[in-house]
């Protein structure tokens, strides 16, 4: 049986995860029709606050952002904190 911070944990990585990704897909349709932008702080956010698997996913299924550097380090080092984090979590919980 899971416990409470388990459960916790895995539904803000999953929700996260998915949120993350839909912004980086968003960005990519909005920037393939010239139109108004999601905000860098906001894709780079979203990825740091656990959702960084959904935004590598996201650079690499919408080939977005994998140009800019900052993205190229920053995303991966998110994702493999919040599964490092996750992972944790179940050991120690």
Request: aromatic share 10%; hydrophobic share 55%; glycine share 6%.
């Amino acid at each position: 049986m899971m416990t409470v911070p388990e459960i916790a944990v895995t539904v803000v990585f999953a929700t996260m995860t998915v949120v993350t990704f839909a912004l980086f897909a968003t960005d990519k349709y909005l920037a393939k029709r010239k139109r108004r932008r999601i905000p860098e702080s906001t894709l780079l956010g979203a990825s740091f606050f656990m959702g960084g698997v959904g935004g590598l996913l996201g650079m690499a299924l919408c080939r977005h952002k994998t140009k800019h550097a900052k993205f190229c380090v920053l995303v991966p080092l998110f994702a493999a904190t919040a599964v490092a984090v996750t992972i944790l979590t179940f050991v120690f919980a």
